[in-house]
């Protein structure tokens, strides 16, 4: 049972437009989101989190909005750059734990172009 | 600096041994998790823990062993009875609290011969 769902395995942008990537959750006890970017054989990096009471959290060039109806999340990047060419995946934990235990998406990969 | 170390980078081992991956962390972190990555998968949880001398299983926790005797520390032994140990293996820390966000390791690739 997949309880994070990333459905584009893959999304190509032009460089200097907007990349927005999608992930959908079927656990309603969900409440805290975070998005992680990953290049080939390296570790995952933190980029941005959310908060079930929030429905959008900002960071520099990343945005993410948290739609708790839809059980859906977004990424946006503006402007994209080559250098955010990686897998991105997100990932949720339940309310109540004392460890943050996560559970991930599958990951989509994102091709900046110059 | 502060961050999590895991070797080696890479690491063969004939089918039938045991191997055990090291993590360590200087974040002064309570929680230490170790996941696994398949290609075109996301990140599956395979062991944590909150505390020293005490650990839980993940979701896929079979073939696999762990300890944790140093906060800092926390070893995986990958065992003969994992099916399928050829991985890419990550290591994660966290400070214990509610919305606690995960750092990761470099990780380790294991291939079985």
């Known amino acids: 049972d997949q309880q994070v769902k990333q459905n584009s395995p893959s999304l190509s942008v032009q460089e200097g437009r907007i990349s927005i990537l999608n992930c959908d959750y079927t656990n309603s006890m969900f409440d805290y989101f975070l998005w992680y970017k990953k290049y080939p054989a390296e570790g995952p990096t933190f980029l941005i989190s959310?908060?079930?009471?929030?429905d959008k959290n900002e960071d520099g060039r990343f945005t993410v909005f948290l739609n708790k109806s839809a059980k859906h999340l977004s990424l946006h990047i503006v402007p994209s750059q080559p250098g955010d060419s990686a897998v991105y995946f997100c990932a949720a934990s339940v309310g109540g734990t004392s460890y943050g235990k996560l559970t991930f998406g599958q990951g989509t990969i994102l091709t900046v172009h110059p | 600096d502060g961050g999590i170390t895991q070797s080696p980078k890479y690491l063969f081992r004939k089918e039938g041994q045991n191997v055990t991956l090291s993590c360590e962390q200087n974040l002064n972190h309570d929680a230490m998790y170790w996941y696994r990555q398949d290609p075109g998968q996301g990140l599956r949880l395979i062991y944590y823990?909150?505390?020293?001398?005490?650990?839980q299983k993940g979701d896929i926790a079979e073939g696999y062993s762990v300890s944790r005797e140093k906060k800092e520390s926390f070893p995986l032994t990958v065992t003969s009875a994992q099916k399928n140990p050829t991985a890419f293996y990550l290591c994660?820390?966290?400070?214990?609290?509610?919305?606690?966000?995960?750092?990761f390791g470099p990780g380790t690739r294991l291939t079985v011969l």
């Open positions: 959310i908060s079930s009471i929030k």
């Open positions: 823990s909150q505390i020293v001398n005490d650990f």
């Open positions: 994660a820390s966290s400070m214990l609290g509610i919305q606690t966000t995960q750092y």
